[in-house]
């Protein structure tokens, strides 16, 4: 920040009222980080989400939406099972209807709002619950031949208890790589077809585990 060009790095600073104030810190691109990672994964795979109706679930801070209002999403629905956690930008935006203390497994198209249509989109950024177990919500909400699924793979909540290390930490490549795959098979069975996956750019912010981006194609 500079103050009548001066650089002021100290918070607390005092800064008289008449004084000319310029922020040249970098303003983030989004509301949280994880705006980045889904940012990547529609590049990686050129889905372009511009009209798209979305849900978007584990929602927390609202990253993912951010993203995919920014990339031209004409209305999301943000699920989480928590309270107050969400950025100021993304509760006051019109396109947004919030779903707070809300369990995604029981959630069914009835509970939406605007009609209850099914979505064009789906993205899940769970924590302490595999995505498998979503599979029925997801069957229900999002729409027939062509909607899509961009799931953001955990490896600590897909592994079995004695795969993951002390401190909630996959290390084992072979581990993660099986993981992903157990992920693609079981949303396979319900009808959805894998495009194509990667690695997140974007370590998770606690454990710092390797996580992966899966984008699914409903076939039926």
Same mark, same amino acid.
């Given at each position: ?50 009209? !798209?109706? %979305? ?5 927390? $801070? =609202? /990253? ?6 920014? @990339? ?84 600590? !909540?897909? %592994? ?5 290390? $002390? =401190? /909630? ?6 581990? @993660? ?44």
């Amino acid at each position: 920040m500079l103050v009548n060009d001066k650089a002021v790095l100290k918070a607390g600073t005092p800064v008289p009222t008449t004084a000319t104030v310029v922020i040249t810190a970098e303003q983030p691109k989004f509301v949280c980080r994880a705006g980045l990672k889904l940012e990547a994964a529609l590049d990686y795979f050129k889905i372009d989400p511009t009209g !798209f109706s %979305a849900l978007d679930s584990g929602l927390s $801070t =609202g /990253g993912f939406t951010d993203c995919l209002l920014q @990339r031209g999403a004409l209305r999301v629905v943000g699920v989480d099972v928590g309270y107050g956690q969400v950025a100021e930008k993304v509760r006051v935006d019109p396109r947004v209807t919030i779903m707070e203390r809300t369990n995604l497994r029981h959630l069914r198209r009835g509970d939406l709002p605007e009609g209850a249509a099914p979505v064009d989109i789906v993205t899940l950024d769970l924590s302490f619950i595999s995505s498998l177990k979503m599979r029925e919500t997801v069957c229900d909400i999002l729409k027939l031949n062509g909607g899509q699924l961009l799931l953001l793979i955990k490896p600590q !909540f897909e %592994a079995g208890k004695t795969e993951v290390n $002390t =401190g /909630g930490v996959v290390r084992d490549p072979e581990v @993660r790589a099986k993981v992903v795959n157990s992920v693609i098979e079981g949303w396979k069975e319900v009808g959805f077809e894998c495009l194509g996956w990667m690695e997140s750019p974007i370590k998770g912010a606690t454990s710092g585990n390797t996580e992966y981006l899966a984008h699914f194609i409903r076939n039926g």
